[in-house]
């Protein structure tokens, strides 16, 4: 596609249950990034993957945030046990390499709402 | 303190105006710098990078002062569509993910 996708777009689920985030970047884009928004506030950022490894894990909030990334393609993000603090806009973006100078491109990001 | 800090606003202008947000990081180490574009309930999208000798496009102009690490938006000629969060971005070489300030908000008013 000719964007970052993402999917679901919106999932709505009770606590204590497991969601997985599913984020398809722009073809070609070796880097990729998960954010996490909450309501009106900036975005923090979550886990960096260039290629399939993962060198900067450091915005993970807990254990029970999990991703990963199959080759340059699709990554999943996991949230096992979700809690209502877990809910919240996820944003994946993705840039042609994981050089500071290039920006990202976002998809439209997964309102995630625990219930 | 904030890696990168913004007023909140909201900055509310009439149309035509001409409107300048400010933006300040933290970490010294800073090499790349953008302001994003975010309107109510939807993705970031980048306006425009940001360059050390300062950069124009359109109505916008963007500068950057290392010194002082700030660095700043001028919006010149406000339009109605131009109402929206504004985010200022900065990244380092040691982390490749994005530091974003938590967004200056512009309303244009007819």
């Known amino acids: 596609g000719a964007g970052v996708s993402q999917s679901p777009s919106n999932k709505v689920t009770e606590k204590g249950k497991d969601v997985e985030l599913r984020c398809d970047p722009i073809s070609g884009h070796t880097a990729l990034y998960w954010y996490r928004q909450r309501l009106g506030q900036g975005l923090e950022f979550l886990i960096y993957?260039?290629?399939?490894?993962?060198?900067?894990k450091s915005g993970l909030p807990s254990d029970r945030f999990s991703a990963e990334r199959t080759g340059e393609s699709v990554s999943t993000l996991t949230i096992q046990r979700t809690q209502q603090e877990d809910s919240a806009v996820y944003l994946c973006a993705s840039s042609p390499a994981g050089n500071s100078n290039q920006p990202q491109h976002f998809g439209d990001g997964t309102r995630l709402s625990i219930l | 303190r904030k890696e990168v800090e913004q007023d909140p606003g909201p900055f509310n202008v009439p149309e035509g105006a001409t409107v300048a947000f400010n933006c300040t990081y933290s970490n010294s180490a800073s090499q790349s710098f953008f302001w994003y574009r975010q309107d109510c309930r939807k993705e970031p999208k980048l306006l425009m990078s940001?360059?050390?000798s300062g950069n124009e496009d359109g109505r916008f102009t963007a500068q950057l002062n290392r010194a002082s690490q700030y660095i700043s938006l001028l919006i010149r000629d406000s339009k109605l569509s131009d109402s929206a969060t504004y985010l200022c971005v900065v990244n380092h070489m040691g982390r490749r993910a994005l530091t974003f300030g938590s967004g200056t908000r512009l309303q244009v008013q007819p």
């Open positions: 993957f260039q290629g399939n490894s993962a060198p900067d």
């Open positions: 940001v360059y050390s």
